[in-house]
């Protein structure tokens, strides 16, 4: 086919297409009439309308009505009412915006004229109770027509010249009412005819509507409009097709599923077509002639005409990383056909789809098993029961007419097609690697999967209830938007303070460097909690934690945390919070802990919380509860992973008590150091749990732990860094005076090592091979020879030495400042880091 637009000539068309949110409204209309003008002055312009607003489907019911011998008129009445009313409505706008160029004649005469032949039409369906397709069709016809009919009247009044043009005078189709299919050469013909009237005018064509080559009205199916422009644009070699409609492109995702869904700057036509197929943007049909004619298609939203839209051209996005769509067709059934013994020569794929094709239901996706020993098959929930009915006869027995061993059809409902769009598919190594694994991060069961043989799209079925999340956490594992978590923070005391500020500095920079958006959701301390699932300003927490009243209800606050986006329960309290954690992981929710008591619970509870977060595949991180933010548990974690034997674990690991020791040394009281340490957020809520050895302890408990040894921290063998004696007072001044009493004592012991050359260092020992009798885990204090490597560690260093198999000769070390507030809540904001990261494929 030869566009009829010359080559030579300066200026091409442009169709523009409006559909029926667009026409259906003044204020809609007004926007279109506008930016119709607009284009006007920069070339040809033709446009193509739908029916305005519901109009369509109340000429469905019209006919419903007079087939079933039902008064249809109210219906043609209610169609005449919005089409006068947007015609005034619009013409007042238009008036007041001292747009009109004449005002124009009152067009309900009109109107009324137009929609007389539909009432007969109407009165003469009820008169034989019979609808074909072909009636159907015709008083369809009446929805565009009516459409054509405004635009053009106000175009020619706002002062652009335009004509009305009745698509069935050039669209020449074959004659499947309901869905007939144009011929291109034909059509190209008639159009040709007609387009020598415009001289230079707008033409405003019906979209949907075709004629046979005997004259009956023929409609051509769904989304027949935007068929319609693209015929025209295709035939008029036009230079861009635009679609304006009541979205700004094609959304990343399904934006009620996805709040940070956002419009997809460029698609390649091979991608549209794989969306088409999915039901979204253009039919495939639709897109052929775009195709055909390598003419790009923009979508565009008539309400926010500043937005780009989306781009639809033969080259598409040149980022071949990314894909571009998350695709999520919901309401669907899956059934799952297995033979118990091959059936021969038989494909049960073959005659399952055969057979379902026969029974006339859509099959969304099939995948075999290899040599087709079972297939599985994805429909819509409406048509499961004949889906299922139809093959249960096709199997009955083999074509040999031998009964067929098949295991009863399993009929899951409701699932999801949930597939991912994008050239990078074929380009990009990993893609379905990134997808599966992000699915299985976040427990999701893949149900039946199947790799488009145009390498454009993977999809999965999945769960109905796994929805939301599964396309969430797509959408965000492909940096399609910016991974959300959200945040509710137990104890905004040294650490929770300190991590609430870090958020509200680095929010931003995260968001915009690391596509991470940190929403802090909910803020718990000992009496009250705020929880507000929009996001508390994270510069607020503090006043609208004050000003609340609400108890700390934790298990109602799960259950408004649990269903936010990437969930984290954040412990930054000294609290027994297992049963917390127990309740948070249950429901989905991961837990990031400074909080080392549930670690250091009964090794049941504790190997209960690790065995349900994974089973729930959440992640529990808890890298601070050891060294603060010094990376201790992550690199024996990679050591035991990589198969390294660990033979010894020792170090300082209290930075409290290494600051205490060092204090010491510089003849400070002990009572005062405890007070300067407490003062500057180095110890324990009570700072007895570090001078009683309990807090290393715990520490030493966990690195054991992490090794597999089943101890309680009654195994762990503890001698307290300061006398028992003063350790016994839960008030803090008392224990402070207390304390105050050993200080000459403490003093004249620091002394006596000084003299002798060494230093006090509170230490801890794990050994994993120790002989019986021996306790495998030791804390305790030492006196140090300058030599040794704590005798160097100064204020509130800590380090951890790990000695291996592979380390044997010089040991491992992890060394820095092992205590404060500044960063125990860095490393916190580090595990919170990790989860989102890994959510997102990273
Ligand atoms: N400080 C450090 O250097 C390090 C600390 N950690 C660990 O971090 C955790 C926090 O330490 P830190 O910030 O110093 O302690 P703080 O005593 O300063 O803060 C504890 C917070 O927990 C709150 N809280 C107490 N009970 C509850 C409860 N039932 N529900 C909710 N909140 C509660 C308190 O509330 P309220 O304000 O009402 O009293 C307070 O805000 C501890 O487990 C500690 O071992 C780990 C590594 C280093
Ligand atoms: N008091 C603790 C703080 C961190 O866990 C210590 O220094 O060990």
Redesign the pocket.
Known sequence: MTPQHDPGQARPFRVMKFGGSSVGAADRLFQALDLIARERQAGPVAVVVSAMADTTDRLIAAVDAAAAGLAADPHVDAIEALVVGVARDLTDRLQRAGLLVHVPEDLSPAIAELMRPLRQLLLGVGLVRERTLQTRDLALSFGERASVLVVRALLVARGVDAVAVDARDWTVTDDRFGQATPDLGASALQLGDLSAAWSGAVSVHTGFLGRTRDGRTTTLGRNGSDYTAALLAQILGAAELQIWTDVSGVMTADPDLVLEAYPVAHLSQAEALELGDLGMILHPRTMAPLIEARIPLRVRNTARPADPGTLIDVVGTRDERHPVCVVSTEDLALLDLETRRRLGHERIGERALRALANAGVPVWVGTAAPRDRAFAVAVARQDAARAEAALSAEFGRTTEGEPVELAPIRVRQPVTLLTLVGEAMGRTPNVAGRFFGALGQIGVLVRASAQGAGERSISAVIDGEDTATAVRTVHAAFNLAAQEVNLLVLGKGTVGRELLAQIAAQQQALASNQDVFIKLAGVVDSKRAVFDPAGIPAAQWDVRLQESHVPPDIPALLERLRRLPVPILVDCTAEDTSAVYEAALACGIHVVG?N?RPLAAAWPIRQGLMDMARKRHRRWEYE?????SLPVIDTLKGLVRTGDAILRIEGS???????LAGELSRGVPLSHAVRDARARG???PH?R??LSGL??AR?ALILARELGMELDLDAVAIEPFAPPEALGHDDLERFFLALAEQDAAVAARIERMRQAGRVLRYLAQIDPSAPAGVPAVRVGPVEVEPDHPAARLRG?E?FVAFTTDRHRAYPLLVQGA???GAV?AAGVLTDILKIAMSLRGR
């Open positions: 400074a080392k601070t509860t050891v060294g603060a690991f209290s930075g409290t008590l290494g600051y180095y110890t324990e700072p749990d570090d807090d290393v520490k509130t800590a092992g205590a404060g125990t």
